[in-house]
Nanobody, 130 residues
Framework: QVQLVESGGGSVQAGGSLRLSCATSGLTYRNYRSYCLGWFRQAPGKEREGVAIISTHDQSAYYADSVKGRFTISQDNANLNLYLQMNSLKTEDTGMYYC????????????????????WGQGTQVTVSS
């Protein structure tokens, strides 16, 4: 059974930093395939959007334009835990942040859409105040 548990959310002033963690369990390398791991966020009244995605087999990463240069995604290959370092936070970064995972698809890169991921955590709230 796959479980994803996020932590590290909280309230911070604009310009501050937070580090999110996602503890995974139940993800196993099957048939030598790797995984796509990602962070998504959802602000009130808005759709869930991909923030940062990483591939476990080559560490290639995708970032939404809105977070490039401020957020860094990383993962621990030993246990497939996932992290998101968020610096220079802005009020528009406020939202519920979700960890997501799925097997690497039969395409060159990880998907970046909600429907590309089948496993989800419960989310951790990030609130950035001005």
């Amino acid at each position: 059974q796959v479980q994803l548990v996020e932590s590290g959310g909280g309230s911070v002033q604009a310009g501050g930093s937070l580090r999110l963690s996602c503890a995974t369990s139940g993800l196993t390398y099957r048939n030598y395939r790797s995984y796509c791991l990602g962070w998504f966020r959802q602000a009130p009244g808005k759709e869930r959007e991909g923030v940062a995605i990483i591939s476990t087999h080559d560490q290639s990463a995708y970032y939404a334009d809105s977070v490039k240069g401020r957020f860094t995604i990383s993962q621990d290959n030993a246990n497939l835990n996932l992290y998101l370092q968020m610096n220079s936070l802005k009020t528009e970064d406020t939202g519920m942040y979700y960890c997501a995972a799925d097997l690497f698809p039969n395409t060159p890169n990880c998907g970046t859409r909600v429907r590309d991921f089948g496993y989800w955590g419960q989310g951790t709230q990030v609130t950035v105040s001005s």
